[in-house]
């Protein structure tokens, strides 16, 4: 009888889930509890046909028949693992963005083309693949990746939810509005070197750049929309102000208005790339 039954650990791998979402469900399920730091069958679990096998090494262990794969309980299971993408899809993130993230968290680290896992990433379940036509590394991830509480942060600050400006950003600046958050955390998560209301001397005037990436020489300025009409009036005279003093001397930058927040991550990359840096 024993060859026609799997541990939960192998009935995971044959239906390509993470072992530890698979106890969980059984758990939720009803058809085991967990003793003593021991996993035991309930009632409704051996109903379902879990008996208890023993390895020589192990000892003793839950085992299923094969048919349980078909039983719908077992239809709940996660998507995992997860790609870059599917996060992202999760999200609300660019999957460029959610790799980035999971780097500056130590779980992955850039390779010549593609993501390698790291032991902290292998830790919390990420898997290391290989694309296979191109051969370029990538890793997914298992469901449980969602639940880190370190999520909810980056979240937070990459959607910039009942954030109240000035606010702070993930490398410690004070900006002053949504778009300036937004384009702060991509720079500091791409390892982009910036600084923040940089002042640049231009023949006895002062012109402050909104961002100065001094690798590359280029200010980056974020056209915001003003709160009032009075301060509107004001911020389109500041505006064209700045842009004229841009133009003249002349200094290259990049502009971001409002309107770019949804096409930031593809306009900054694309606008990087023409400067020779490639934030993939």
Known sequence: MSDKHLSTTALAKTLGKESKELFVLLAQGGWIIKVDGHWQLTEKGKFEGGIYLNHPKYGEYIAWPDSVKQHSLLKLLPEAPLSATQLG???????????????ERGLIKKYLHGWLLTDHGEHLGGQQHEAEQSGIPYVTWPESLLLEPWVDV?????????????ARSLDGHLVESLIQLRIDNWLYLASISHAYHYKIELEGKLLVADFYLPQQSVCIESWADAQTEKNMAQSIVDDLDKQKNYRDYPIAFIEMGDESISQLDEKLARELLKRGVAVY
Do not use: F, S
């Not at 899809?89 to 999971?102: G, S």
């Open 89 to 103: 899809q999760k999200w609300d993130l660019p999957a460029r963005l959610v790799n980035l993230i999971l780097a």
């Open 154 to 166: 980056y979240l937070t600050q990459l959607h910039a939810r009942n954030v109240v400006m000035p």
